[in-house]
T-cell receptor, first 111, second 113 residues
Framework: QKEVEQDPGPLSVPEGAIVSLNCTYS??????FMWYRQYSRKGPELLMY????GNKEDGRFTAQVDKSSKYISLFIRDSQPSDSATYLC???????????FGKGTRLSVIA | NAGVMQNPRHLVRRRGQEARLRCSPMKGHSHVYWYRQLPEEGLKFMVYLQKENIIDESGMPKERFSAEFPKEGPSILRIQQVVRGDSAAYFCASSTSQTDTQYFGPGTRLTVL
């Protein structure tokens, strides 16, 4: 079983839709959860950073962590064509272990 | 404040040649991480360095790959005797501490002919 599983998509939605992106992980020692956005031919850009179970909101983005199910989600409200990118979940252990990334989900928001 | 800088952005090498990838961290950052992204794959950790020290190289291939972060100058990822399977995007990230957020550079895309 891989440490982090993420559906690669592609996911195509109309403008204005709510987007749900998800990852599952296997190691309960993971404590820090991040979502990165990567535009084509660019480096990843940090979107959200969470530590505990629950929700964290930033503008149109909401990150959700369920440690009991080992499941993390990113919701995008009122999606825009500019949100079209690959979204990578990343998970970290205690701080002495490197980031583990999912494969990324490619999202297209159609105007 | 300039972000993480990587050069070259694109690098073409023939099999057997050496590839040198450079990374200048953000100002004030002394922790550098290298990742490799193969086509249709996620980012894979390679090595974590602080100034003049390799902290974790558990993701580095045992042969042909080496990394350094000297006291002065950028971090260097060196790949000797490149093979076609080394073709990938190599990303560098930096942070202020081991537990702080990592900020990524634009990457170097290596193509081995």
């Amino acid at each position: 079983q891989k440490e982090v599983e993420q559906d690669p998509g592609p996911l195509s939605v109309p403008e204005g839709a709510i987007v749900s992106l998800n990852c599952t992980y296997s190691n309960s020692a993971f404590q820090y959860f991040m979502w990165y956005r990567q535009y084509s031919r660019k480096g990843p850009e940090l979107l959200m950073y969470t530590y505990s179970s629950g929700n964290k909101e930033d503008g149109r983005f909401t990150a959700q962590v369920d440690k009991s199910s080992k499941y993390i989600s990113l919701f995008i409200r009122d999606s825009q064509p500019s949100d079209s990118a690959t979204y990578l979940c990343a998970i970290e252990g205690s701080g002495n272990t490197p980031l583990v990334f999912g494969k990324g989900t490619r999202l297209s928001v159609i105007a | 404040n300039a972000g993480v800088m990587q050069n070259p952005r694109h690098l073409v090498r023939r099999r057997g040649q050496e590839a040198r990838l450079r990374c200048s961290p953000m100002k004030g950052h002394s922790h550098v991480y290298w990742y490799r992204q193969l086509p249709e794959e996620g980012l894979k950790f390679m090595v974590y360095l602080q100034k003049e020290n390799i902290i974790d190289e558990s993701g580095m291939p045992k042969e042909r790959f080496s990394a350094e972060f000297p006291k002065e100058g950028p971090s260097i990822l060196r790949i000797q005797q490149v093979v076609r399977g080394d073709s990938a995007a190599y990303f560098c990230a930096s942070s202020t501490s081991q537990t702080d957020t990592q900020y990524f550079g634009p990457g170097t895309r290596l193509t081995v002919l």
